[in-house]
């Protein structure tokens, strides 16, 4: 992305996806308090483990809804948010 244009910011943070939403918040807190804002979010994980249900679930879906909501205190537009852009990526395995 940098090649492409110089000027873009990517920042990567190792995150447990499994975590509930007010961990996930107070990861987005730092988030925010260090880039001010966030265009973009990409948003996947996937596996399949036959013998861990739970957490199957909680990687291929729970993650995305609980990401999404926390996000939302930040960006809704509804509340004086500057919005932005979540791709969702999902593993094939998830339908498996």
Known sequence: LKAIN???TV???PYDVTVPVDETTKL????????NTVDFLINGAGILD???IERTIAVNFTVRVNTTT???E???KRKGGPGGVIAKICSVTGLK
């Open 70 to 72: 926390a996000i939302m």
């Open 11 to 13: 920042t990567f943070y």
């Open 6 to 8: 110089p000027k873009t």
């Open 74 to 76: 930040f960006w809704d």
């Open 28 to 35: 987005l807190k730092t988030i925010f308090a260090k880039l």
């Open 50 to 52: 036959d013998y861990q």
